[in-house]
């Protein structure tokens, strides 16, 4: 394999200097592999300085790895993971006779055996290779847990080595060990969430989650853009109160679209049979213009197998967010309705917290409302990896403005950097036990006061005193002159007063 030249630029990505990329960049440029470029790529520099910046990790010349596939792998796996998408597509193209001869020359050797395990797992065919003897004493993980989170995994006698992947063939996103995940991860959100209500009466506990519940279901329509009847959202709330409960399977999610959509005049239940985008029309032309193109039909099928197996084998051992985020993202990115993979895709947010025991008991994590309130942030971590794989996937229009997906793109979806869907994730459940969970609860404490003090001001039917609320809220404190003259004109200027000084000792 030549050595790359040092160069300002790879694939139209500047690099911080002039460095000659290595690993996973090398083998891309050289077998022309199509696939999403990793996130952070890595290159050599002249220099003797190692950092990372812009994308691109810049090692120094002593890092640099021998000029051959084995060199460029074994570089890739050390220091920059395992990337399932690349290594399939690698695979593909080289053939078995590149990895037997690597594990031949170096039989004991830890990359080269994880490197042979990877390879049939990935493609699913042996090489030509005896199982590894006695003689190998030690069973490297396949997943360098240090560097992506891996679960205690299972040994392959094989290949004497441990595999920790959190997934199987069918589907195994991963994610990256950073600073940030490891200081959210260590800082107790779980036990600080706990602690939010562990003081708290149980009827305001039962009245913050009742509130909560509606609040997501509502704002799980408005990130859609659509306005939902009460209804609905209150049918939609029911079924966010059971997840975590029932374990997750195909015909469970079919039965949670319909409770999604209700009326399937014009579109079919369960698993499409027909392409699927995200995005608009060209005006004129009626063309599609994707954002985000779901797996092909003839995919679907073996994705959600993948995806119901990981939730059921793998999510009591991975971290609880890194793994709702992988599940709910893997879900959306595939999706696999016609309609209705948004909101599914947050109800998995909350299936997998729930079941972990994250939420408090009895609350809902309202995932939705902090996703709301993040929305920008939200769409771009979406569009972080459509807008890598959109240009890898051919496709052409249809008759009735949809799109048909030429080629095989199922491992896509199998395999992605979940990372930055894990760090969003972790910011919203952060904020959630920060600022949502103490602010309902400390409403609902301050909107008591406000009742015991109005009992002693004015006898009111509870529905006028929300009204009264609603007013005081709206105008700052204060009564407006609208609500004097109309609806609250009985009350005295004296009563009117005390009510305005009672709400500002409350709220």
Known sequence: ????????????????????????????????????????????????RRYTRDGWRILTPRHAPERSLAGHLVFALKYEGVDLAVLGRLFAAVGPAPLEAMVRATPSGGYARRLWFLYEWLTGSRLGLPDSGRSVSSYPKV???????????????????????????????????????????????QGRALRVIEEVPADVVSRAAAFLLLEDSRA?????????????????????????????????????????????????????????????????????????????PEDLVDLMEGLVEFDRTYGSELDPVVYAATLSFGFVYIHPFEDGNGRLHRFLMHHALARRGFSPPGLVFPVSATILERVDEYRNVLASYSSAILPLIKWEPTEDGNVCVLGETADLYRFFDATPHA?????????TVEEVLPREVEYLRSHDRFLTGMAGIVEMPARKIELL?????????????RARDKEFSALTEAEAKRIESLFDECF
């Open 469 to 481: 609320l609603e007013f005081l809220r709206r105008n700052g404190g204060s009564l407006s002159n």
């Open 220 to 296: 799980s329509f408005e990130i859609e853009g659509e306005q939902a009847s009460a209804d609905r959202i209150r049918r939609w709330g029911n079924a966010l109160a059971r997840a975590g409960s029932v374990e997750l399977s195909l015909p469970q999610l079919e039965h949670l679209q319909e409770i999604v959509i209700g009326d399937f005049r014009f579109m079919r239940r369960g698993l499409r049979r027909e392409g699927v985008f995200v995005g608009q029309h060209d005006r004129r032309t009626r063309r599609p213009l994707p954002e985000h193109i779901g797996a092909r």
């Open 423 to 431: 760090r969003f994730l972790y910011g919203c459940v952060d904020r």
């Open 143 to 189: 997943l360098d847990d240090s560097m992506q989170y891996a679960v205690p995994g299972t040994t392959s006698s094989r290949h004497r080595v441990r595999n920790n992947l959190p997934g199987t063939r069918k589907f195994c996103p991963l994610v990256f060990r950073n600073r940030e995940l490891e200081g959210l991860r260590r800082s107790d959100l």
């Open 1 to 48: 394999m030549p050595e790359m030249d040092p160069t300002s630029t790879f694939r139209g990505l500047r690099l911080p200097e002039k460095a000659a990329p290595v690993g996973y960049a090398a083998l891309i440029d050289e077998l022309g592999l199509e696939v999403p470029l990793p996130r952070t790529l890595s290159a050599i520099s002249t220099r003797h």
